[in-house]
């Protein structure tokens, strides 16, 4: 069955950075294009970013280009979101997504605070 599992979320510094990882599993990974959501308490989900099927182009939420990097390894079936110079605004429960199935994963926390 269809699987995505993060991992890597806990609780850094504000200028910290962490890096978010998605595993896959139970579709073709390499045909779907991906997306990280993350939504914070009281507030809707966002989408953070999103990869295209070979990593050729991404796109990213206003307020995180330039510190925020997504990027996909098809062999290993992983997404990653790597997250520099956190701020606490970006305090967050983070999900990885594929659109093709419209499938969550069960997401993991960022907490950006001193």
């Known amino acids: 069955q269809v699987q995505l599992v993060e991992s890597g979320g806990g609780l850094v510094q504000p200028g910290g950075s962490l890096r978010l990882s998605c595993a896959a599993s139970?579709?073709?990974?390499?045909?779907?294009?991906m997306r990280w959501y993350r939504q914070a308490p009281g507030k809707e989900r966002e989408l953070v970013g999103s990869?295209?099927?070979?990593?050729?182009?991404?796109l990213y939420l206003d307020s995180v280009k330039g510190r925020f990097t997504i990027s996909r390894d098809n062999a290993k079936k992983m997404v990653y979101l790597q997250m520099n110079s956190l701020k606490s605004e970006d305090t967050a429960m983070y999900y990885c997504y594929v659109p093709n199935l419209s499938f969550w994963g069960q997401g993991t926390h960022v907490t950006v605070a001193s």
């Open positions: 990869i295209t099927t070979t990593g050729s182009t991404t």
């Open positions: 139970g579709f073709t990974f390499s045909r779907c294009s």
